[in-house]
């Protein structure tokens, strides 16, 4: 049997899987601009949008500390969809020819170390001490990484290698 590459598969698949990576890639940047908005993507928004912000005595704060119904809700609806986005595309990059051995496995299984690490950290942060607001970016940014450079060699072998 001969072995499974991307860049051999019929030009209708192909075509298939690309769009859909291509407009993956598009929604998980949409998701990137929420969190950017939401947070300014730094440390000090990041612990406001979980914590709250500071107020004096008798002012009224910006934003209020998330809820434990809305973390509970956020992490259920993240975990599940950041599972399925990385088995995803995990198992499209199976496929490439470009990355091989342990970078490759690194780029598949280290998005969902991330997703538990991220959500964890959230936790912590939001219950516990701020300062594990400094483990969740970088996790959350390791697993956007992996994410876009999986997309970006399936992508490049799918379209352009011969």
């Known amino acids: 049997m001969s072995k499974i590459t991307l860049y051999s598969l019929d030009k209708h698949l192909k ?9 993956l890639g598009m929604g998980i940047f949409t998701g990137l601009i929420y969190i950017n908005h939401t947070t300014g993507m730094d440390s000090k928004g990041t612990i406001e949008r979980y914590n709250g912000s500071e107020a004096a ?5 910006e934003s209020f500390p998330k809820e434990f119904e809305s973390m509970i809700l956020t992490t259920h609806e993240h975990i599940i969809s950041f599972s399925i986005i990385s088995f995803l595309i995990g198992i499209i990059f199976i496929f490439n020819t470009i990355i091989k051995g342990r970078f490759k ?3 598949i299984l280290e998005p969902f170390a991330s997703i538990l690490i991220t ?27 992996c994410w876009y450079i999986m997309i970006g060699i399936s992508v490049y072998e799918l379209l352009f290698k011969k």
């Open 15 to 23: 075509y298939l899987l690309s769009s859909f990576l291509f407009v």
């Open 57 to 61: 005595e008798y002012e009224i704060p």
């Open 105 to 107: 496995h690194f780029l």
């Open 119 to 145: 959500f964890g950290s959230m936790w912590l942060m939001r219950y516990y001490n701020d300062f594990f607001v400094y483990i969740l970016i970088p996790s959350s940014t390791l697993m956007y990484c």
